[in-house]
């Protein structure tokens, strides 16, 4: 499937690059990590594509597959993701995990759930289920899907021919490292907000 999506790539150039990450954002199974490190690699001098363009490109396409998710959310509910999540890979029990984070970690769960297989896909459709401010959301859901973004196709510009070890590294490293960030992250926020409190009680 990965060589289909190159071909795609390589056919079709940054249509093909938008058209793919607002697809697996919505929730079509694309390896969007792996996608965007191998255009990464693709960016070094004399590659076929810039590194800037190609920023611009997956950012606004993950950001569209953003959008549409929560207006899904918003406008037919959660039963619409387990009748037809099915389709798209996004099970019941992903569904409730995805829930358990958001519940939990309120809008920091978008912010970090881009990090997280099998998460991104769902606090995107929860944010528009529970009624959250589409300014907020799409505060939270834009600089997430920066960092996203840039972080992968750095890391596919900077390895180039060395791709296959880098994803090794990813798969073994990368998820864990980036969970405890995102942990330690939460937890300074909540001991923040903590202290803002008790200094607000006269």
């Known amino acids: 499937m990965q060589e289909a999506l190159y071909d795609f790539i390589n056919h079709y150039g940054y249509?093909?690059?938008?058209?793919?990450?607002?697809?697996?954002?919505?929730?079509?199974?694309?390896?969007?990590?792996?996608?965007?490190?191998?255009v990464g690699s693709l960016t070094v001098p004399g590659g076929p594509f810039t590194f800037t363009t190609t920023?611009?490109?997956?950012?606004?396409?993950?950001?569209?597959?953003?959008?549409?998710?929560?207006?899904?959310?918003?406008?037919v509910g959660k039963p619409f993701l387990y009748r037809f999540g099915k389709w798209f890979k996004l099970t019941p029990s992903r569904i409730e995990?995805?829930?358990?984070?958001?519940?939990?970690?309120?809008?920091?769960?978008?912010?970090?759930?881009?990090f997280v297989p099998g998460v991104r896909h769902f606090t995107c459709y929860l944010s528009g289920v529970s009624g959250v401010k589409f300014y907020k959301y799409l505060?939270?859901?834009?600089?997430?899907?920066?960092?996203?973004?840039?972080t992968?196709?750095?890391?596919?510009?900077?390895i180039g021919s060395n791709l296959e070890e880098m994803f090794a590294f990813i798969h073994k490293y990368m998820g864990l490292s980036l969970?405890?960030?995102?942990?330690?992250?939460?937890?300074?926020?909540?001991?923040?907000?903590?202290?803002r409190k008790r200094r607000a009680i006269p």
């Open 15 to 38: 249509i093909a690059l938008y058209i793919l990450l607002s697809a697996g954002i919505v929730g079509v199974p694309v390896p969007d990590e792996t996608l965007m490190a191998f």
């Open 55 to 75: 920023l611009i490109v997956i950012y606004a396409g993950t950001m569209t597959g953003m959008i549409v998710s929560y207006v899904l959310g918003h406008r």
């Open 97 to 114: 995990r995805a829930e358990g984070w958001f519940k939990k970690y309120g809008l920091w769960a978008v912010f970090f759930g881009y």
């Open 139 to 150: 505060f939270f859901a834009g600089t997430g899907a920066l960092l996203w973004c840039t």
């Open 152 to 158: 992968f196709l750095t890391l596919g510009h900077f």
């Open 179 to 195: 969970l405890i960030l995102a942990a330690l992250a939460i937890v300074g926020v909540m001991i923040y907000m903590r202290v």
